[in-house]
């Protein structure tokens, strides 16, 4: 079949294995000092070891290749797993590349959205991020975090033009972020695939009101309805002088 695969340039490829690491399916090795794709079935194409790359050595194509196979990839994840002697429950650390795609999550259920600063003055806002990464490109398809979760897919600009950000949308909420006009990336495959995997409760997007923006609005509502998911959702558009337009 005809479908969208990882595609490696060994002459480019510096050698550093990040993209290795990242791989959550174990369909890129090291061998002889190059990343190398090791079986067609593993890849998802997915591509979330393109943002690894510091040598922008990887990219995805389309052509001829065995379809995706998620239980030989689940066969071999235990495989590695039993080689490196981790326990099932630590799976998800796998892929453990760069730090700053590694996943994390936070507990926010007790701590209020502000807290009093010191008398006098006035209070501290709180952050409400209940996870790490955020970018679109570096979250994993699948994590426990999304389990039940409300997800919010926003433009990277709307933390920044609107004020009370964190308190009125990434609150209670997995917050997932991408420019459309910046990332040379189809999000919509993505979103996809982390709501046809996940348990997600409901759908919030927040964009700009600048044109360009709206291709990150396309992209998740085409996600959801390709997803076959029947879930709350809503867009929220933000002016460039932060607020909120109706």
């Not at 591509?47 to 290749?65: F, H, T, Y």
């Not at 927040?206 to 998911?229: F, Q, T, W």
Request: contains cysteine; negative net charge.
């Amino acid at each position: 079949m005809i479908r969208k695969i990882v595609e490696i340039d060994e002459a480019l490829c510096n050698g550093c294995g990040a993209c290795a690491d990242a791989c959550h399916e174990g369909a890129i090795a090291m061998i002889d000092g190059k990343a190398r794709l090791i079986r067609d079935d593993y890849c998802d194409g997915l591509g979330d070891c393109l943002p690894e790359c510091p040598v922008d050595a990887i990219s995805i194509v389309e052509r001829e290749a065995t379809p995706f196979d998620k239980e030989a990839v689940e066969a071999n994840m235990k495989k590695l797993m039993a080689e490196k002697n981790i326990q099932p429950h630590h799976a998800q650390g796998i892929p453990s590349g760069c730090p700053g795609s590694r996943t994390h999550s936070f507990n926010r259920e007790e701590t209020p959205a502000v807290q009093p600063f010191a008398e006098g003055f006035a209070a501290k806002p709180q952050s409400q991020l209940r996870q790490w990464p955020v970018q679109i490109q570096l979250v994993p398809v699948k994590a426990p975090f999304y389990e039940n979760a409300n997800l919010l897919v926003a433009a990277d600009c709307t933390a920044f033009a609107y004020a009370s950000f964190h308190e009125d949308f990434i609150k209670n909420h997995i917050t997932i972020v991408g420019c459309p006009k910046l990332d040379v990336v189809d999000y919509k495959e993505k979103l996809q695939a982390i709501l046809e995997n996940n348990n997600i409760k409901s759908l919030t997007i927040v964009r700009m009101e600048v044109p360009c923006c709206g291709g990150i609005e396309y992209a998740a509502v085409n996600a959801l309805k390709d997803s076959g998911k029947f879930i709350p959702w809503n867009v929220t558009v933000i002016s460039t002088d932060g607020k909120v337009l109706d």
